[in-house]
Structure formats: structure tokens, C-alpha cells
């Protein structure tokens, strides 16, 4: 498979990069949405051996270098955008493979295009979101560094408040602070519970970030679900683990 610079793609006035390799045939094109603080280019190591199908990665707005949302976006509007490009590049089939917030994005584009989604990958992805102690610190966290600690002279001490809660995105990406609060408000079992196609969730034991026991709530959610768990493998199991998730791949599109 012959590595690309990407191409880029206006969608609703948003400039955005996305790599396109087609095949002959009729088979859904395979759609890799990458996570939050990653980009299209995180999948590139692995997606050569998929390249008996067609393939589509992009960089998700505001990351990659791409425009950031020109208002504060939620799940539903990222999953709106990607429906978009499948729109505008005329894909009418598509299975989507997405790694943690891309996971969510993939889940909520299926709920909406159901007839053109025959499968569905969650690789260690988010969206399982309980009332426990840590979001409700999160909560307080946010309290306490408005407005005072949002001055720069408190920028280390409100930096260190969210590292301790294990917010390291949101520090991350200030420029989409009101989002990423949004995404994470939003549990997506009510989602998931529409959701009729079949779905792979793909998870290393050992994801800090994502743990193995949301795996098993999503798949008792779901009506058609299978959970792999990839032994020595954290929250990127497919870099972590490579050969065992192409092959728990290309297993799971065999049965589509």
C-alpha cells in the first residue's frame, strides 16, 4: 500500500486532511477515526494489511493540524461531520473502526446511518461515563480554577489538579475545552442499545485510560457484540500489539 500525504476535504467551511486508498470491487469501504490528541496518521502502521478493502483515515477537526470546530461541538456533531464526508466522498457503505474518542465518534455515526454500517470496531473506546468519585472531582476541579486560578500565574497549580484526576487531554487541548466537557458528560449506553449491526470491541488488559470493564458494559448493551481482549496490551492496542489485532480484525470482517 503506497503511503500518501493525505488530501484535504471542505466540509461546512472546515478544512480537514484525509487519506483515500480504493480497491476494485464492491466490498464497504473500512473508515479508522483515530482518538482525542491523535491524528488519521496513528493508524497507518496497520492499515496495509487491510488493503484488500478500501480505506478511508482522517484527521477528526481540530486535530492533525486540521480546523478546530468554529463553535463547541459535542459527539453528535463529530459524528454529523464524518457522515458528511462519507456524503461528499459518495462512500455508501462503511465499516468504522474507531479508537477511543473515535470509538464514540464511530458508535454515534452508526446509531444514525444504520443501513450504511454492516460493522462496527471499538477499539478500547470511550463513552462509558459513571457518577463516581473521580467526575464528580472533576466536577469540583472545574469549580476551583474559575475564575481565579484561570489566570496564568495559577496555570501550574490548575494543570497539576487535572493531571492528578487524570485529565490530561483537557489540559491538552485548551481550544476545545467546552467540547471536550461536553464529550465526556455523555454516556453512550443509550446509544450503543440502538445500534442493531455487529460490533467487535477490541481491548488490551492492561488500558489504564479506558478500563476492560467497559468493554463489558458496552457488549451487555449491545445486541450483537463480541469483546477480544488483547493479553499485554494497553489503551493503543494496535500499536501496542499489532499483529494480534490485524489478525482479530480481519477475523471479524470474514464473519460480515
Given at each position: 500500500?503506497?503511503?500518501?500525504?493525505?488530501?484535504?476535504?471542505?466540509?461546512?467551511?472546515?478544512?480537514?486532511?484525509?487519506?483515500?486508498?480504493?480497491?476494485?470491487?464492491?466490498?464497504?469501504?473500512?473508515?479508522?477515526?483515530?482518538?482525542?490528541?491523535?491524528?488519521?496518521?496513528?493508524?497507518?502502521?496497520?492499515?496495509?494489511?487491510?488493503?484488500?478493502?478500501?480505506?478511508?483515515?482522517?484527521?477528526?477537526?481540530?486535530?492533525?493540524?486540521?480546523?478546530?470546530?468554529?463553535?463547541?461541538?459535542?459527539?453528535s456533531d463529530y459524528a454529523q461531520f464524518v457522515n458528511q464526508v462519507l456524503v461528499k466522498l459518495d462512500i455508501r457503505k462503511a465499516i468504522l473502526v474507531g479508537h477511543s474518542f473515535g470509538g464514540?465518534?464511530?458508535?454515534?455515526?452508526?446509531?444514525?446511518?444504520?443501513?450504511k454500517v454492516p460493522g462496527l470496531v471499538l477499539v478500547d473506546a470511550s463513552g462509558i461515563r459513571a457518577k463516581t468519585l473521580r467526575v464528580k472531582l472533576y466536577k469540583t476541579a472545574a469549580k476551583?480554577?474559575?475564575?481565579?486560578?484561570?489566570?496564568?500565574?495559577?496555570?501550574?497549580?490548575?494543570?497539576?489538579?487535572?493531571?492528578?484526576?487524570?485529565?490530561?487531554?483537557?489540559?491538552?487541548?485548551?481550544?476545545?475545552?467546552?467540547?471536550?466537557?461536553?464529550?465526556?458528560?455523555?454516556?453512550?449506553?443509550?446509544?450503543?442499545?440502538?445500534?442493531?449491526?455487529?460490533?467487535?470491541?477490541?481491548?488490551?488488559?492492561?488500558?489504564?485510560?479506558?478500563?476492560?470493564?467497559?468493554?463489558?458494559?458496552?457488549?451487555?448493551?449491545?445486541?450483537?457484540?463480541?469483546?477480544?481482549?488483547?493479553?499485554?496490551?494497553?489503551?493503543?492496542?494496535?500499536?501496542?500489539?499489532?499483529?494480534?489485532?490485524?489478525?482479530?480484525?480481519?477475523?471479524?470482517?470474514?464473519?460480515?
Amino acid at each position: 500500500m503506497e503511503q500518501q500525504t493525505g488530501r484535504q476535504i471542505l466540509i461546512d467551511s472546515l478544512l480537514t486532511r484525509y487519506w483515500w486508498w480504493p480497491v476494485s470491487g464492491n466490498k464497504p469501504v473500512l473508515v479508522f477515526l483515530h482518538g482525542w490528541r491523535s491524528d488519521g496518521s496513528v493508524w497507518f502502521s496497520i492499515i496495509k494489511s487491510f488493503n484488500n478493502y478500501p480505506i478511508l483515515v482522517l484527521n477528526l477537526p481540530g486535530f492533525g493540524g486540521t480546523d478546530p470546530p468554529k463553535k463547541d461541538w459535542d459527539l453528535s456533531d463529530y459524528a454529523q461531520f464524518v457522515n458528511q464526508v462519507l456524503v461528499k466522498l459518495d462512500i455508501r457503505k462503511a465499516i468504522l473502526v474507531g479508537h477511543s474518542f473515535g470509538g464514540a465518534v464511530a458508535a454515534k455515526l452508526t446509531a444514525i446511518i444504520p443501513d450504511k454500517v454492516p460493522g462496527l470496531v471499538l477499539v478500547d473506546a470511550s463513552g462509558i461515563r459513571a457518577k463516581t468519585l473521580r467526575v464528580k472531582l472533576y466536577k469540583t476541579a472545574a469549580k476551583l480554577v474559575s475564575p481565579v486560578f484561570r489566570l496564568p500565574a495559577f496555570a501550574s497549580i490548575r494543570n497539576n489538579i487535572y493531571k492528578s484526576l487524570g485529565f490530561e487531554d483537557y489540559i491538552a487541548t485548551p481550544y476545545l475545552t467546552v467540547s471536550y466537557r461536553k464529550i465526556i458528560a455523555e454516556d453512550l449506553r443509550p446509544t450503543l442499545a440502538k445500534i442493531n449491526c455487529p460490533v467487535l470491541l477490541m481491548w488490551g488488559n492492561k488500558d489504564k485510560d479506558t478500563p476492560i470493564t467497559h468493554a463489558y458494559i458496552m457488549k451487555n448493551t449491545l445486541k450483537k457484540a463480541v469483546v477480544q481482549v488483547i493479553p499485554g496490551a494497553g489503551h493503543f492496542v494496535f500499536l501496542d500489539k499489532p499483529e494480534e489485532f490485524n489478525r482479530t480484525l480481519n477475523n471479524f470482517l470474514n464473519t460480515l
